[in-house]
């Protein structure tokens, strides 16, 4: 069974620091790694993929990929208290029917 | 607005009744997945579905719940006979076929059942 492991938290950080969120999976055939940002009674927003090894970044945001150790995590510069959210990581091979397995997210308090 | 329309927003049914949930994907996109949340829970996959077809329903319970994405009009997900513990929020994501690994979700369906 596939598995994607996240730190449910709560990670919490002052105003202005770099938020550093977690993610590991079991299939090493994954391909397609996914970040989302989901408050407190809305959806789930797409913030950040990453598809090969290293980094990516996008304005605050930084999301690094690592497939030999199965591990990609999520980077927040400069820390607001309006990114106090859950952060879902999500995981899909390739070939397959593109459904991606979601951990249960990370809780992020950022604090003034 | 060009994102995912779900609709209703904010549904209440006694147990017994059935529970209908519409979806219509992002403009361009053409395959639809449903997920439920638990509160205090991860996202868990129903059905993934392209026009007139169910792609895989490996995540949707056997008995009382349906789903279909028919050739005109939004996707649906019904819901039989609901019960208490079919209260949760029920989401729709869609995505393109030639970029199928991105989901945009939709603003979800927050289920009650009395």
């Known amino acids: 069974q596939k598995e994607v492991e996240q730190n449910s938290g709560p990670l919490s950080v002052p105003e202005g620091a770099i938020a550093s969120l977690n993610c590991t999976y079991s299939?090493?055939?994954?391909?397609?790694f996914f970040w989302y940002r989901q408050y407190s009674g809305k959806s789930p927003e797409l913030i950040m993929s990453?598809?090969?090894?290293g980094d990516k970044e996008d304005g605050r945001f930084t999301a690094q990929l690592n497939k030999a150790s199965q591990y990609v995590s999520l980077l927040i510069r400069d820390s607001q208290p309006s990114d106090s959210a859950t952060y879902l990581c999500a995981v899909s091979e390739a070939g397959g029917s593109y459904i991606p397995t979601f951990g249960r997210g990370t809780s992020l308090i950022v604090h003034p | 607005n060009a994102g995912v329309m779900q609709n209703p927003r904010h549904l209440v049914r006694r147990r017994g009744q059935e529970a209908r949930l519409r979806c219509s994907p992002m403009k361009g996109h053409s395959h639809v997945y449903w997920y439920r949340q638990l509160p205090e829970e991860g996202l868990k996959f129903m059905v993934y579905l392209q026009k007139e077809n169910i792609i895989d329903e490996s995540g949707m319970p056997k008995e009382r719940f349906s789903a279909e994405f028919p050739k005109e009009g939004p996707s649906i997900l019904r819901i039989q006979q609901v019960v208490r513990g079919d209260s949760a929020a029920y989401f729709c994501a869609s995505s393109r076929s030639d970029s199928a690994f991105e989901q945009y979700f939709g603003p979800g369906t927050r289920l009650t059942v009395t």
């Open positions: 299939d090493r055939g994954s391909q397609s």
């Open positions: 990453i598809y090969s090894n």
